[in-house]
Each structure stands twice: as C-alpha cells, then as structure tokens.
C-alpha cells in the first residue's frame, strides 16, 4: 500500500522557510525550502509563499510553527504561558484568516527576567515523542541563533534560559574588529577547544576573554585563520559555563546536526559525554500537536 | 609675553583623528578634528591627511599615538612589553620614514592571555602627569569602544583588561535583534540603571541576560525606546561586575567626559563613589613624552 499524504508541515522561522509533506503516521513524503524567513518575505505577502511552496500538492490541512506566529510574521498569536505541554499548545493554535494554515503559539516564562521562544515549543513536542523517556523529567539543549536551555516536567516547558550565542559570533565575524582581520579558516586545528576551554577556566565569564580573539594574533600566537574558531569556541564554551551552574547537565541537543555536533564536542571539554542528539524534532512535533488537534486525515 | 607654538600632537585613533597646537608648557593653543581615523584615510594616503591636518601651522616636530603605530596604520610600532612607562615609551618613539611625525609605541603584557593597548599608554602618562598621586600605585580605567582597565605601580603600566563593551554596544545596536525593533529613546528613565543592577546582581554574568532587552519589551515590561539604554547598562554593568572580581577599586575614569561620566553613575550602582574623572589626558601624556625626549622646542 502506498502512504498518502496527510498533513502539510511549516517549519517557518526567521530567515528560511521549510515545508514537508507527510503521510498518515507523519513520514515525510517531501519536503521544499525557500529563503523566505519571516524578513525575507517579498512584499511581506505570505499568502503567496505559502501557495508557492505548497504549490502541486494535494490539499490537505496545515500546520505552521516558529516565528511566523510572531508580530513581524504573518498572524501574531499570543505566547502560552509556562508551564506548557501539548495540550496548550492545542489550545492556543491559531489559524491564519482566508489560508488553511494553523500556527502554533510561542511559549513564554514570566520570571523577574522573562523568556520566549517560537518555534523550539514544537521541537520539544517532537522530542518528547521520539524520545518518550525525556517526558517526565529532562533538560534539553537547543543550539542556534539564540539557544535555548530548557527544562521539562511532567510532559510541560517549566524554564527557558536563552543565550544568543548564535547571533553574536555571527555579528562579531561580520561587523567587529574580531571578524575584520581574520583570514580564511586554517586546517582544523585545537582553537576551538582552546575557545572552550578558556571560557571554562574563567571565574568571571568571558567579557574579559572575548578580546583575546584578536590579542592572540597581534602577538602571533594563534593563527589568524583559527581566530573565529577560537571566538566560536569562546562563545559556545560560555553558554555551557553558565548553562551548567543553574542546573543539570543536558539529557539531549535538539536540532541541525552539525551545530549540535560543535556542542557536543564542547561539552565533552566539560566532561559531559554521550548526549543524545535529536534531528528531525521540527516535523515530528508540528505531525504531534496536528494529530492531537484532529488536523491529520488520519485522526479524522 | 604670548604663548608661542612649540609641539604638534596628535591623537589619531581607528575612526577619528586630533590635531592639537601646544605652546612650550602643554597648554593648547589650536585644535582640529577630521573623521579620517586610520580606517578612514583616503587612498591609505596618510602623508596627505597629515599635511591637511596640519596646513598653516608652524613647522615644528610633531608627535602622535594611537592606532596609527599599528600595522593596518602608517609605520608598524612595536609594543612596548609591560611593565611600562614613559621612559620605556620614550626608548619605542618611532619617526615615519620622510615625515616630521615621531609615533608612540602601545604597551602589551604577555600572561597567559595577552592584551595590548595604543593610545591608552598616553592617555595614563598624561593622567599621571596631571594627578602625581596615582602613580605609585592605582588602578586606572579607560572607559571606550575597548574599555581598558590598567594597573600602574611605580609609574609604569603593570597589567591590562580588555572589555569590548563599546563595539558590542555598537554591533548589538545596529546589527542584531536587540536593535532592530528599537524605537527612539525615550525619555531618561531607569533603563539604564535596571541593566547595570542585572548584571551585577547575576551570578554567572550577562550571557544569560543579554536577551532579555528584548524579551523584555517583548512581554511589555520594558519600553521599545528605553532598551537601548537598558542593554548599555547590561553591558557596562558586566564590565564594572568583572572589573571588580579580580582587584581593587578604580581611583580614576579617564576619557571622555560624557562616557565617564555614565560609567560613574554605574560604579555608583555598586556602592563605589566619587571617582575623579580625567579629560584631556591625552594631548597632556603626548607632551610629556616629546618633552622627555627633548622634541619640544622648550626643552632644546
């Protein structure tokens, strides 16, 4: 028997765009992606790059997660409050006036520091169910523009930390005195880790590190080519320094599996070995919250 | 009896170029500003731009510091190695090939992670040579796009931190999220203040607080146009909570007088008072070198 097509999935974020076609028990049948994020979208007409990258497929109910839902997307829909599971989500999924296509709310923490997230809640649905063992209670890591450290209870988001780890080694290579001078990557060589490890060592965090990047390579000892990996190093090291005084060390990484690979590698300058890393969540939890709201052909 | 010329100084740093006319006791006589920092010389033609600077003023020797004793600069200065002072500065003075420019060397120390420094090391002369008392034994801090905090004993330049609180102000503002959605300022609030107190009251420091100028204004409890100046506080608030982990208190801010003055209202947020603020430390530190190494026409 040949699986039909059940669902269409949007993994619809910042700066791309990432569409799936899945069957009845949530494969994935076929998947497209544009460069459309949400602040490349032409004349922010979302209506037609939803039917572009849908184009030629049967049909069928939608389900969209990430910032799309948020006040620059196409629809805001309001954050859930923590502590959130698949069940709030449901609730508070929000479908896009005249288009077929449902957008799963954000999820926020309201502590004397608040903290958001768009896009990582269903990451974490689709981890919790290909992992079932992470459900009751688990930390879980989310490498990326801005990482995201979060806690788990009960099935339920209890904490957020965000750390925009992501976003800063990208300006720093881009617009800073670190990124100007560097030359073209060296051969892999131990910078990474040197980053990792000096972030680790410091007592104060590393804002008195972060101009060592350049300081190294005026006195000639780091190349010029290692220097963002030393700066990548730092940085990531110092999301782990600080993730891992609040807290207990990780139960998973969750996402592109190249990024939480270079994750992996810096935990295991931390000691922490043997994390487990979960690709795929994006679908997996928008196919989850989807059949548990009734949208897939199969659950109807 | 008027004051006649006697030394030409220049403070020429990466975004903006000083040129001072001083009399035979320091006292400045004229001066003029251009925006060609050495980033910001028309075709690498520095000849030029000091020949325009200094157009219609006596012929007289004339003594700069800065990025311009680096190597993307006009001759390529060798660091000074700390402990350093304005002897050992004297010994580093270096004249540009076929011009009447005599440049001053920066100072680096050599730890386990190096720092250096070009144009501070004059500014702390002339700092010193204003206030006597601070150089058997102070620390100093130098507020900017790389903020320096400086211990001197017997005179001399012992030890160096670097803090990139300026450029990341810079870069995080114009380049990521946090200063995308920015509305204009509003009007002084407590935005400042509130950042300065989060990052000393953090335990791990800033990293895990950096997103919360936006999820701040996110949430509503932070207005658009105030964090901006939330974030400033974040950020120099990190570099006061890191300065103040690894040794005494500062006896003076040198620099700027408006910039100064925010960092004192920081240092005030951690119970440290009254720190004498020291404009015009530079011009004052470049006499006092070419006075030492006889190139003022007073000490001929």
Redo the contacts between chains.
């Keep these: 028997m040949t699986a039909s097509p059940s669902l269409i999935v949007l993994d619809w974020g910042t700066t791309s765009l990432r569409a799936y076609l899945l069957d009845d028990r949530g494969h994935v049948l076929d998947t497209r992606s544009e460069p459309h994020g949400i602040m490349h979208v032409p004349d922010s007409n979302f209506s037609a790059v939803f039917d572009a990258i849908t184009a030629d497929w049967p049909a069928l109910a939608s389900i969209g997660a990430g910032m799309i839902g948020s ?1 620059n997307g196409w629809v805001e829909v309001p954050y859930c409050a923590a502590p959130a599971g698949i069940d709030e989500l449901v609730a508070g999924l929000t479908l896009v006036p005249n288009a077929p296509l449902n957008i799963v709310p954000g999820v ?1 923490t ?1 502590g004397a ?4 997230m768009r896009g990582e809640e269903t990451q974490i649905v689709g981890a919790l169910d290909l992992h079932s063992g992470l459900a009751s209670k688990s930390r879980l890591v989310l490498p990326g523009t ?1 990482s995201k450290w979060v806690d788990v209870a009960d099935g339920r988001i209890t904490d957020i ?4 780890t992501g ?2 080694f990208a ?2 290579r ?4 670190l990124g100007r ?1 560097a030359s073209d990557p060296a051969p892999i060589d131990d910078a990474f880790a040197r980053g990792v490890v ?1 972030a680790k060592d410091s ?10 990047a350049r ?2 390579v ?2 000639r ?1 780091l190349a010029a080519g290692s220097s963002l990996e030393y700066l990548s190093g730092l940085l990531i090291g ?2 782990l ?3 891992l ?2 807290g207990a060390r990780p139960d998973a990484l969750i996402g592109d599996a190249t990024l939480c690979h270079r994750y992996d590698v810096a935990f295991s300058l931390f000691d922490i070995h043997d994390i487990p890393i979960i690709d795929g969540a994006a679908h997996a939890g928008l196919f989850s919250i989807a059949k548990r709201a009734g949208l897939t052909t199969a659950a109807q």
């Design positions: 006040a926020a309201n520091l608040p903290n958001v801005h930390t965000s750390f925009m976003e800063l300006i720093l881009d617009h800073s005195i001078f000096a007592a104060e965090g590393i804002s008195p590190l972060l101009f060592s300081s190294l005026l006195t000892r110092e999301e320094r600080c993730g005084m609040t």
